[in-house]
């Protein structure tokens, strides 16, 4: 089920993109990033941008990328594996600039800074365009509402730079298709469920308008923190007593692992006596899949899979 979820077509060779010849322009955080033609060296410097770049088979023409948060899923592992790879987090000024690229994509504005890759402002005055994730708008009102038509809105932004419309509109065909099968059959129907993002002191949990949440609506769970603002919160673990989901979503990362989150809950005492620890109803959701973008789709079905199988009294 998961294996075949917005899975990239069949790349096609760079000279054969739609809409490769005069200038394209797309409104991105407040600014407006204009291409001549498709670029041919990209750099993405957040794992969610090299998926996307992935997904719409850019990477012949990825001069390099940076900063995984958890393992590129196998379906894009050979085509991650043909690009260099500059940094284990952000590549230094220098050595991203020894990339050559002609333009840069990143999902966080952290990217774009003077200790980074510089402001974009600076990096066009070099001749390098750039984009941002919508969803990573240093100016929050530049932010849109996390909806599945905005992780489509970023998906097609690129894709319209790069030249490849027509894989764009496939991946979201495929997606909407999945959606509406995961709300026909509604797994999470008449369950509450804790997404637990990362930290044991304060734990930091999916609230009620990020990627959590739409993931959560998909498959027709009920968040217990869908009543929080954002897309994510640190709550108290009293609160999560009071709440006793019935099953938690955990985000495994590279920084904050699955496991020891789950060690945690199940070694605390008063944790430990949770409805969804005690049943070990855990959904382990790699971080990469919790976040509005092109793998969130499948975050949502990995969740109607774990899920399936969790019902009251059973």
Not at 225 to 234: E, K, M, S, V
């Amino acid at each position: 089920m998961l294996g075949g979820c917005a899975g990239a077509p069949a790349p096609v060779a760079s000279g054969g993109a739609t809409g490769s010849a005069g200038l394209v322009s797309v409104d991105n955080c407040g600014t407006t990033v204009t291409v001549g033609a498709p670029p041919a060296r990209l750099v993405t410097l957040n794992q969610g941008a090299t998926e996307v770049a992935l997904a719409l088979g850019l990477q012949s023409r990825m001069a390099g990328s940076a900063y995984l948060d958890d393992s590129v899923p196998e379906k894009w592992k050979a085509a991650y594996d043909s690009v260099p790879v500059l940094s284990a987090k952000y590549p230094t000024k220098e050595k991203l600039l020894a990339a050559r690229p002609d333009f840069l994509y990143a999902s966080y504005a952290s990217a774009f800074t003077g200790k980074v890759a510089g402001t974009r402002e600076e990096l066009l005055g070099q001749g390098i365009p750039s984009y941002l994730s919508p969803f990573g708008c240093s100016d929050k009102n530049q932010v849109p509402p996390p909806t599945w038509q905005a992780v489509w809105g970023e998906l097609n932004d690129v894709a319209k730079v790069f030249g490849v419309t027509e894989r764009a509109a496939a991946i979201q065909q495929q997606q909407e298709q999945q959606l509406a099968q995961f709300k026909a059959t509604a797994e999470g129907k008449d369950l509450k469920v804790l997404w637990f993002d990362s930290d044991t002191k304060t734990p930091f949990v999916g609230a009620g308008h990020g990627g959590p949440q739409l993931v959560l609506d998909a498959v027709g769970a009920r968040n217990v923190f869908a009543d929080l603002p954002g897309g994510w919160q640190n709550v108290s673990w009293e609160k999560v007593v009071a709440a006793d989901p019935d099953a938690i979503v955990v985000a495994d990362a590279g920084w904050d692992t699955a496991q020891s989150k789950i060690d945690y809950l199940e070694n605390d005492p008063v944790l430990s006596k949770l409805t969804a620890v005690q049943r070990k109803a855990f959904v382990v959701v790699p971080f990469s899949e919790s976040t509005p973008g092109v793998l969130l789709a499948d975050g949502a079905a990995r969740v109607s899979a774990g899920l399936s199988r969790l019902h009251p009294g059973s």
